[in-house]
């Protein structure tokens, strides 16, 4: 089974709008992290937001936000205030927090690929 | 600027032959995962490395291999390159070990294999 699902292959958003890009998890871990990383057409990965399984609140980073559902274990990115450089791939990750052999790595989903047009 | 640097940005190379990619962490890290991204496979993880001993492996080919030196930076090898082999390939660091869940890996620009 897939670990991270984004089943968002395109967004598109116009600008200074708010848009929710997907994202559903799977594990049996109590302990793990999620993330999101935005991937512009340069190529590099860039940190955006974390969430713990724990916390009892939803990250906020200044125009993202995550919204977290445990019980439905999906972990959806707002961008509120849309801007033309929010256009690119963004990605949807998990790390479990003991997994042994597979320790401290990152599953990633397929990614979705937002548009922001003026 | 996440900190962490990757050489060389582009690799243009012939099949069979062999590459070496370098990776040097944020100051203070301690851990170092590659990655291979490819359209066909997305982001998939291939090695982890803390503190200059491997702690975790993925789905990385026998052909490829990983090492951590003692100023922490690594290296990642591959050798008998197939077309397939083709991708970007990222290099990422954390602080700690890796056991805490809530520890940002920050990603080097990558590095960009072509075989021809």
């Known amino acids: 089974a897939q670990k991270i699902t984004q089943t968002q292959p395109g967004m598109f958003v116009q600008e200074k709008e708010a848009v929710t890009l997907d994202c559903t998890y799977d594990?049996?871990?109590?302990?793990?992290?999620l993330f999101w990383y935005k991937q512009p057409s340069s190529g590099e990965m860039i940190f955006l937001i974390y969430?713990?399984?724990?916390?009892?609140q939803n990250a906020t980073e200044g125009r993202y936000s995550l919204n977290f559902q445990k019980a439905r274990k999906s972990a959806n990115l707002v961008i509120s205030a849309s801007q033309l450089g929010d256009s690119a791939m963004y990605f949807c990750?998990?790390?479990?927090?003991?997994?042994?052999?597979?320790?401290?790595?990152?599953?990633f989903g397929r990614g979705t690929q937002l548009t922001v047009w003026p | 600027d996440s900190g962490v640097t990757q050489t060389p940005k582009h690799l243009i190379t012939a099949t069979g032959q062999r590459v070496t990619l370098r990776c040097s962490p944020r100051?203070?890290?301690?851990?170092v995962y590659w990655y291979q991204q490819s359209l066909d496979q997305g982001l998939q993880f291939l090695i982890h490395?803390?503190?200059?001993?491997?702690?975790a492996k993925g789905n990385i080919l026998e052909r490829f291999s990983a090492q951590q030196f003692p100023d922490l930076h690594s290296e990642l090898n591959l050798s008998s390159l197939e077309l397939g082999d083709s991708a970007l390939y990222f290099c990422?660091?954390?602080?700690?070990?890796?056991?805490?869940?809530?520890?940002?890996?920050?990603f080097g620009d990558g590095t960009r294999l072509s075989i021809l």
């Open positions: 990422a660091s954390s602080a700690g070990g890796g056991q805490y869940s809530n520890q940002p890996q920050h």
């Open positions: 594990t049996s871990d109590p302990s793990y992290g």
């Open positions: 969430q713990g399984s724990y916390d009892q």
């Open positions: 990750a998990m790390r479990e927090a003991d997994r042994g052999s597979t320790l401290g790595r990152l599953y």
């Open positions: 100051s203070g890290d301690l851990s």
């Open positions: 490395y803390y503190n200059g001993e491997e702690r």
